[in-house]
């Protein structure tokens, strides 16, 4: 606790002195205690702390008592956010152990509750997932007049992936992101849509014509329906026109899928997917990784409009969206970072609501 208090203290005051009733510290670590314990609103915050402002004062100062839900909302809506994203980051960094060979899907989500009147909502972070430690390494907010293209980069910077691979979607399938990656001394597994329309055409050239293809075929079994992939891969391939461009490229890749439903007249899906990657290693090696990508979508998206209801969710004054996505992320780790305690996140939120002995252990303080 002591090392979170040191490394969010940095984020700036923007309160002026004569409105300041309660510590920033105060009303960060409320936020992120009281968000863990299933608040999911400011007026949800405000009724945390005043049924457990006892507990709370074992080791906060409180001189003035608990915050009102518009003093939670000012502040967080106040807060800069780029600020509080590079503390969240730090701390993730001394909170998990990343290794070498660590998958990290990096992707988009729109906080969709956040859009007003009817128009596009103006909030779309772009997030690091660490699939090894199942946690999230940091977020970065996608510019309004930019898109994820630019906010990659971005998140590169502030993240620590060296002797990783790093796997992305189709929008970030640039000759820079992969340059990037490699310039801090990781791996990359970019997917492969026509929005790259000369390599989307090279690849299939490649994989029409070449001869030297390493396969692997695996078969998933469950919840109604037969999976069977077939990962493809070429790593001495000829039709790629100007590969020396895209740094680092050793392999390209075709996954092709064939989902059937059993006891169920729907159709069987198929579909094929390519990708390139700096990592020239086997088939079922790569079939893995790419897997491993899905993971930011079920462990993370999924969970935070479930278990946190992101999407429900309807702040959007000021930075208020964007820092509440951070808090969620927050409590996210923590929670996840309990492996002994056999519930669902919803499970843990609600144990630590009615269980100090357990949000503290969550917590990691000593009062």
Known sequence: MNKFKSIFSKINDPRSDINKLHNLEDILLIGIISVICAADSWKDMETYAKAKVDFLRSFLDLPNGTPSDDTFNRVFSSIDSEQFETCFIDWVSNLIDITAGEVIPIDGKTLRGAKSNGKKSPFHMVSAWASKNNMVLGQVKVSEKSNEITAIPKLLELITVKGCVVTIDAMGCQKAIAETIIKQEADYILAVKENQKQLHQDILDEFRFGKTIDSHTDEDLGH?????????????????????????????????????????????????????????????????????????????????????????????????????????????????????????????????AYNNNYLIKILGIKV
């Open 224 to 352: 109604g329906r037969i999976e069977t992939r077939k990962c493809s891969v070429i790593n001495d391939f000829k039709f790629i026109e100007d590969q020396d461009k895209w740094t680092g490229l050793e392999s390209i890749v075709k996954v092709e899928s064939i989902r059937e439903f059993k006891n169920s007249d729907k159709p069987t899906e198929t579909a094929t997917r390519y990708y390139i990657s700096s990592v020239k290693t086997d088939a079922k090696a790569l079939q893995k990784m790419i897997r491993l990508h899905w993971g930011i979508e079920n462990k993370l998206h999924w969970v935070l409009d479930v278990a946190f209801s992101e999407d429900a969710s309807r702040k959007r004054a000021g930075n208020a969206a964007q820092n509440f996505s951070i808090l969620s992320k927050i409590a996210l780790n923590l929670l996840r970072k309990d492996k002994q305690t056999k519930q669902g996140l919803k499970g843990k939120r609600l144990k630590a």
